[in-house]
Nanobody, 117 residues
């Protein structure tokens, strides 16, 4: 079992920055990838950024150059630094973990990010 708890969401003006953190606990040794997804009202959930255990990172085209995903091994956290935020980045952001051996998915409770124009 893996537990994920997000923090760091909030309200920011366009052009501003926010940093999201996701604290992982439980069977973290079983995690093969950690990533951030988001879901805006009326839209499907979409992948924003991925950090694999091999150190590879990938980003959605809409956030490349503005968002940076990173991992703090000492704190078992994965962070999402979001710069140059746009109103279209407004969504609930979810942390997600994939358990490699079982392909089981784990989700955090979500944190709201609102970008005002």
């Amino acid at each position: 079992q893996v537990q994920l708890v997000e923090s760091g969401g909030g309200l920011v003006q366009a052009g501003g920055s926010l940093r999201l953190s996701c604290a992982a606990s439980g069977s973290i040794f079983s995690i093969s990838a950690l990533d951030w997804h988001r879901q805006a009202p009326g839209n499907p959930r979409e992948l924003v950024a991925t950090f694999t255990m091999s150190g590879t990172t990938n980003y959605a085209d809409s956030v490349k150059g503005r968002f940076t995903i990173s991992r703090d091994n000492a704190k078992n956290t994965v962070n999402l630094q979001m710069n140059s935020l746009k109103p279209e980045d407004t969504a609930v952001y979810y942390c997600h973990a994939l358990e490699g051996a079982t392909m089981r998915h784990y989700w955090g409770q979500g944190t709201q990010v609102t970008v005002s124009s």
